[in-house]
């Protein structure tokens, strides 16, 4: 089962229907114990740093996305979902679940903020299963006003330009985290969110 953290903010339906359409039996909740059960975890991401963490924290939902990522469960973090892995967010200077060292700070430039729209997600390795069926020239959605700065760069799967190059994909041994949204893409992000649920399986 694939725990999508619900922290009351975002359409995270449809990340639910588009993981069930991919073949994942999904299960929506904010309930730290039923997170703990799952044998895999997505967070989803649309709003404040600040509130999100916030929620999470009274929920006791941060303390089991730790321990589900120290016990090796496959996890996605979507948007704000993925920013919120970092140590720290600069929207409402609040301290993220720390899953990797960095900073999350407002885009400087760029064509508009926020950066809303369609634009091109560059891998930087080959062979990584985040990107398995996925043509290095894809573009994806994306919605956002912020991004990941991580402090190192080993992590740091795809990047892409707007304004200057930043990071947007993120792999770990127990973290994929994307800063566009793979349900709002089209055949290319249900591709992605089937090698998500391709992984889950293999675990």
């Not at 700070?105 to 729209?117: A, D, E």
Request: proline share 6%.
């Amino acid at each position: 089962m694939i725990a999508i953290i619900d922290y009351g903010a975002g359409n995270i339906h449809s990340i639910a229907k588009a993981l069930e359409h991919v073949g994942g039996n999904v299960h929506v909740t904010d309930d730290a114990a039923a997170v703990a059960r799952a044998s895999a975890v997505v967070l989803p991401g649309v709003g404040s740093g600040g509130a999100a963490m916030a929620r999470m924290r009274q929920q006791g939902l941060d303390d089991a996305i730790r321990e589900a990522t120290r016990a090796g469960k496959p996890f996605l973090g979507i948007c704000l979902g993925m920013q919120l892995l970092a140590e720290h967010h600069d929207e409402g200077e609040t301290a993220g679940l720390g899953l990797f060292p960095g900073e999350v700070r407002r885009i400087p430039h760029g064509p508009k903020i926020p950066h809303m729209g369609w634009n091109q997600v560059r891998p930087l390795r080959e062979g990584l299963p985040i990107f398995s069926s996925i043509p290095s020239d894809s573009y994806f959605y994306f919605a956002h006003s912020y991004y990941v700065e991580p402090q190192d760069q080993g992590g740091v799967a795809a990047v892409t330009d707007y304004g200057s190059p930043y990071c947007t994909v993120i792999v770990t041994e127990q973290v994929w985290g994307t800063q566009f949204h793979p349900e709002k893409s089209g055949a290319i992000g249900l591709r992605l969110l089937q090698n998500f649920v391709d992984w889950t399986k293999r675990s």
